[in-house]
């Protein structure tokens, strides 16, 4: 399953739609402005929020958290004493899998993998489109929403990073 997403080009608070590779809309991302924290929402068509994405406020280093129905189901923060800056680690609630998100984040060409095993490829390359990137999720059952949720928090954490 291929989806195409446009990168938000004025910044925080934006939404912006992401596409399957038919160019039906298929989730929009609800950027939350004036808000204490970076928060965002994954709707589907009809504008049921599937994901809540929010900034963990009380931590050491920058992190997120994605929820499903209330209920906590990954954080994601920068990988810790990794030699590759654009490394991330996202543990998913049941406390015993963590997905390894490495790549050129900033320039939208990364992989998210479990235990070595590609799961998303998140690219540029395919697209002619500027200022647009794919999510390829490889594995059919793998679940799409959570790894489109997990290429936007990555995204913005490194967006965030090199602003400061």
């Not at 991302?29 to 709707?43: H, Q, S």
């Amino acid at each position: 399953m291929r989806f195409l997403v446009r990168d938000r080009l004025l910044g925080f608070g934006d939404d912006y739609w992401i596409e399957d590779d038919h160019g039906n809309k298929v989730y929009l991302v609800d950027g939350k402005a004036m808000r204490l924290r970076d928060t965002f929402e994954l709707k589907d068509t009809h504008g049921r929020v599937l994901i809540d994405i929010h900034q963990k406020m009380f931590a050491l280093r920058d992190t997120m958290v994605i929820e499903r129905d209330g209920e906590p189901l990954a954080t994601i923060r920068r990988k810790r004493l990794s030699l590759l800056r654009n490394h991330y680690r996202v543990a998913l609630a049941d406390g015993r899998t963590e997905l390894d998100v490495s790549g050129k984040i900033l320039d939208r060409e990364f992989a998210v993998e479990y235990d070595g095993e590609l799961l998303a490829v998140v690219s540029r390359r395919w697209l002619h489109v500027r200022e647009t990137y794919g999510v390829d999720v490889v594995r059919e059952d793998a679940d799409p929403a959570l790894l489109i949720a997990v290429a936007v928090c990555v995204i913005h954490l490194a967006d965030k990073e090199r602003e400061d």
